[in-house]
């Protein structure tokens, strides 16, 4: 049986696929545990323009809530950093996925992986020095450490005579450590086996297995998606042999085969939508849609695969902060808002953390079909409620805002 749906339908079951339709839920601890089932992935981010990413992932989901939970999360050991599509938290009871590519990354071959098995080897001071400190008096901080590297790390980018974190990262690499928490931006660091709680798995997991359960994972939450579009999601790129995989979770009816039509026309690839969502799809066909106007983070995992975004929701995004402000189209931190299953504008600004005040530099919508009362209505009370999380004592407007959205923010929330 192949699943068939129109444009509008694949739109919003990728956006209910991601909790961002219908009730919320609550903003409590036990609703983020269940976020994170959901999307398997939260990326880190370090920039604050307005807030960090993975508390506007968070933020966009459950509306204003304590960012002390997350610390809570990590606390509990329920969550650690590792790499998904990008540095991320994730489940620890997804470790035995994680797990099995640091042993295959701890014995990769080439030039890469021979020159940080030499570099590791000549320093092997440092590298138990780091390993001895952490089992004494772990969990412990980058700075903590003594760089006594022999041979320095160079490189031609950022981590040039970073020893300490290079000889950190390449032993994360390895799953002998982990990232279990932070202050800022600052990294604590602990032994991996002293870390990890006892009902973790801690046994070797099968190569198919792994792949067909992340690959399940990733389409559950892309709601539906092309073969490559899976790949680009969750664990990025951890996909060997993917075709077979997924031909065997559609053997069983963990994933059924699907068709995006418009009119007549079938879109081109193949697709595949996961039998856990069609219950949802179900209820988008009967009208029992319930959209939510909200802003994203860049990093937003609705919109981290930047082709798909632009294919499946035709929203060009591109993040410009490493772009000179000469050059940017829209600004250097700019927010989607999604409304319903459509982008219908992005919003560049700031937060004065010194003074409390927001700084609305300019909101561009996507088409002047959008630039409606109603539409401007619910932005409004979306930016309240951002405001209300980040801290935001006023707002500053700036010139670049259609009239109609304009007028609703200054009724709703002043100037």
Same mark, same amino acid.
């Given at each position: 049986?192949?699943?068939?749906?129109?444009?509008?339908?694949?739109?919003?079951?990728?956006?209910?696929?991601?909790?961002?339709?219908?009730?919320?839920?609550?903003?409590?601890?036990?609703?983020?545990?269940?976020?994170?089932?959901?999307?398997?992935?939260?990326?880190?981010?370090?920039?604050?323009?307005?807030?960090?990413?993975?508390? =506007?992932?968070? +933020?966009?989901?459950?509306? &204003?809530?304590?960012?002390?939970?997350?610390? $809570? %999360?990590?606390?509990? /050991?329920?969550?650690?950093?590792?790499?998904?599509?990008?540095?991320?938290?994730?489940?620890?009871?997804?470790?035995?996925?994680?797990?099995?590519?640091?042993?295959?990354?701890?014995?990769?071959?080439?030039?890469?992986?021979?020159?940080?098995?030499?570099?590791?080897?000549?320093?092997?001071?440092?590298?138990?020095?780091?390993?001895?400190?952490?089992?004494?008096?772990?969990?412990?901080?980058?700075?903590?450490?003594?760089?006594?590297?022999?041979?320095?790390?160079?490189?031609?980018?950022?981590?040039?005579?970073?020893?300490?974190?290079?000889?950190?990262?390449?032993?994360?690499?390895?799953?002998?450590?982990?990232?279990?928490?932070?202050?800022?931006?600052?990294?604590?660091?602990?032994?991996?086996?002293?870390? =990890?709680?006892? +009902?973790?798995?801690?046994? &070797?997991?099968?190569?198919?297995?792994?792949? $067909? %359960?992340?690959?399940? /994972?990733?389409?559950?939450?892309?709601?539906?998606?092309?073969?490559?579009?899976?790949?680009?999601?969750?664990?990025?790129?951890?996909?060997?042999?993917?075709?077979?995989?997924?031909?065997?979770?559609?053997?069983?009816?963990?994933?059924?085969?699907?068709?995006?039509?418009?009119?007549?026309?079938?879109?081109?690839?193949?697709?595949?939508?996961?039998?856990?969502?069609?219950?949802?799809?179900?209820?988008?066909?009967?009208?029992?849609?319930?959209?939510?106007?909200?802003?994203?983070?860049?990093?937003?995992?609705?919109?981290?695969?930047?082709?798909?975004?632009?294919?499946?929701?035709?929203?060009?995004?591109?993040?410009?902060?490493?772009?000179?402000?000469?050059?940017?189209?829209?600004?250097?931190?700019?927010?989607?808002?999604?409304?319903?299953?459509?982008?219908?504008?992005?919003?560049?600004?700031?937060?004065?953390?010194?003074?409390?005040?927001?700084?609305?530099?300019?909101?561009?919508?996507?088409?002047?079909?959008?630039?409606?009362?109603?539409?401007?209505?619910?932005?409004?009370?979306?930016?309240?409620?951002?405001?209300?999380?980040?801290?935001?004592?006023?707002?500053?407007?700036?010139?670049?805002?259609?009239?109609?959205?304009?007028?609703?923010?200054?009724?709703?929330?002043?100037?």
């Amino acid at each position: 049986m192949t699943v068939t749906l129109s444009p509008t339908q694949a739109q919003c079951l990728a956006v209910a696929a991601q909790r961002l339709s219908g009730p919320r839920l609550p903003a409590t601890l036990e609703g983020i545990v269940e976020i994170f089932r959901i999307l398997n992935c939260v990326q880190i981010d370090p920039i604050r323009a307005v807030e960090r990413t993975q508390l =506007l992932v968070l +933020w966009s989901r459950l509306g &204003p809530f304590d960012p002390t939970l997350l610390d $809570r %999360l990590q606390e509990d /050991r329920l969550i650690f950093e590792s790499w998904a599509h990008c540095a991320s938290f994730v489940r620890t009871e997804d470790f035995p996925l994680f797990a099995h590519w640091k042993r295959r990354e701890s014995t990769s071959g080439g030039a890469w992986g021979q020159r940080v098995r030499d570099w590791v080897a000549a320093n092997d001071d440092l590298r138990q020095h780091i390993l001895d400190r952490l089992a004494e008096e772990g969990p412990l901080t980058t700075g903590d450490f003594e760089d006594l590297a022999a041979v320095a790390w160079e490189s031609t980018g950022w981590s040039s005579g970073r020893s300490v974190t290079r000889m950190l990262d390449f032993l994360h690499d390895r799953g002998q450590v982990m990232a279990i928490g932070r202050n800022g931006n600052a990294k604590f660091w602990h032994l991996t086996e002293k870390w =990890l709680p006892d +009902w973790v798995d801690h046994e &070797p997991w099968t190569e198919e297995d792994v792949v $067909r %359960l992340s690959a399940g /994972r990733s389409l559950r939450a892309l709601g539906i998606a092309t073969p490559k579009q899976i790949k680009n999601h969750f664990i990025r790129n951890q996909y060997p042999d993917l075709p077979q995989r997924l031909a065997e979770l559609a053997a069983v009816g963990t994933i059924l085969p699907a068709q995006i039509v418009d009119r007549e026309t079938v879109w081109p690839g193949e697709w595949f939508i996961h039998g856990e969502s069609l219950p949802v799809l179900d209820a988008i066909r009967r009208g029992d849609w319930q959209p939510r106007t909200v802003f994203l983070s860049p990093f937003d995992n609705l919109i981290c695969d930047r082709q798909r975004t632009e294919s499946l929701f035709n929203f060009n995004y591109r993040i410009e902060i490493y772009v000179p402000k000469e050059k940017r189209q829209y600004g250097y931190y700019v927010l989607p808002i999604l409304h319903g299953e459509r982008f219908i504008g992005r919003m560049d600004s700031q937060l004065n953390r010194k003074t409390g005040i927001y700084q609305i530099y300019a909101i561009y919508p996507e088409s002047e079909d959008y630039v409606t009362t109603e539409a401007g209505a619910a932005i409004a009370h979306s930016l309240r409620e951002l405001m209300i999380f980040i801290g935001a004592k006023s707002l500053a407007l700036g010139e670049q805002i259609p009239a109609p959205w304009r007028a609703a923010i200054l009724d709703e929330i002043g100037d």
